[in-house]
C-alpha cells in the first residue's frame, strides 16, 4: 500500500473514530440535564468534547508540518516535562477519595481555563515513547547490556511516580508501553521477556499487598456474587441488552442511574447497550486497521527513530482499546483507562489527536514509488 493510501486511511479511521466519540458523549452527557429534570444545557458535554476535538485537530495539523528532527531533538525534554508534571500532581492537585479511603492526586487544575484539569499520567505515556525512540535511535553499532539500563530506569521513575498518587493501574499501563516500547527499539528479546516477567511478578505481588488492588482483584474474580461488583455488573448487564444490534441510539437505560462513569470508563459498554455487540465488534476491528496501517507507516521508514516512534503509539493506543474493553467485559482489574478518541476527557483526546499529528508526519515523508518510471524502466 503507498504511503498516500496509508496516510489518508489513518486520516479517515481517526476521523470515525471521533465522530463516534462525539455521538457517545452526547448520548452519554445529555443525562444530566433530564436527571436534573431539565436544569442546564443537554448539550454542555458535547460543546466541551467538540471544543477538544478542534483543539486536538489544531495540535495533529501542526504537528503534521513539524520537522521530525525537532520530535526526536526534544524528545528527552518533553519526558522530563512529564515527569515534572509527575512531581508536580503530588503537590498542586485536584484529588478524589477512592474506594478504599485514600486521597488519590491524579489532576493538575489548569488556572483561567475555566477549571479544566490535566492528568499528567496520561502526558506521561506518550512521552516515554518518545523518550525510548529518540534513545535507542542515538547507538549506531551494537548495543551493550549496560546500554538499556538508562531506559528502564526512566520507566521505573515514571511507574512508582505515577504509583505514589496513587494511580496503580496507570502505572502498570505506563511499565507496559515502556517495555514494549522498549522491545521494538532493539531491546534483546531475552532481556525484554525476563524484564516482562519481572514486571508482571512485580504486578501480581502489588495486587496482593495494595489494598485497593487486592479489593479490585477479588471484584474480578467474584463479579457475579460479591456486592463491590456492582459496577461491573450493570456494566454487562448494558452489554446483555444491547444484544446483537442495540437498542437504538440515544436508548441505552444503564447510563440513567445504574451506570456510572458511563461517559468515561464504561462508555464501550453504553455502545453495546445503544448499538449492538456486531457494532462493538466492528468498533475493535477499527482500531486494530489503525494498529495495522501505522505498522505499515513504521515498516517503509528508513529512520529508526520514527520507526520506533510510530510503532510506540500504534501500540499504545490499541492497547488502551483493548484494556478498556477487557474492564468492560470484567477480565481486567477496574483501571479508569479511556477508550481512545471516544471517551469524554480533554487531554486524552488531545494527546490521542498529538499522536496521529506524528503518524501522519511520518507517513507524509515517506517516499512514494514511482511506479510509470518503473514500467518504462522494464520495457527499455
Partial sequence: MSPKKLHANIVLLTCLLCVIGLLMTFSTTSIYYFNDGGIGNPFNGLYQQSFFLLIGTVVALVVRKMNTKYLKKYAFMFYFISICLLVAVLMFHTSITNEVGEQAKRWIMIPGLWGITMQPSEIAKVAIIF?????????KNRMKLSDHIGPLFMIVLGGLLIAIEPNASAALVFGAIGIVTMMLAGLPLMLGVLSTTGFSILSYFAMLKIPRLNRRLDIVQAVYISPDAYQLRQGLRAIVRG?????GFMKSSQKFVNLAFSSTDYIFAIICEEFGLIFGFLLLILYFFLFYYALQIARLSKNHFNSVLVSGIAFHILFQAILHVAVTLAVFLPTGVPLPFISKGGSAL?????????????????????????????VQ
Fill in 243 to 247: 444484544g446483537f444490534f442495540g437498542q
Fill in 350 to 378: 488531545v494527546l490521542n489527536l498529538f499522536e496521529i499529528g506524528v503518524i501522519l508526519n511520518i507517513a507524509a515523508r515517506l517516499p512514494e514509488k514511482n511506479s510509470k518510471k518503473e514500467e518504462l524502466r522494464i
Fill in 131 to 139: 523518550y525510548i525512540a529518540s534513545y535507542y535511535s542515538r547507538f
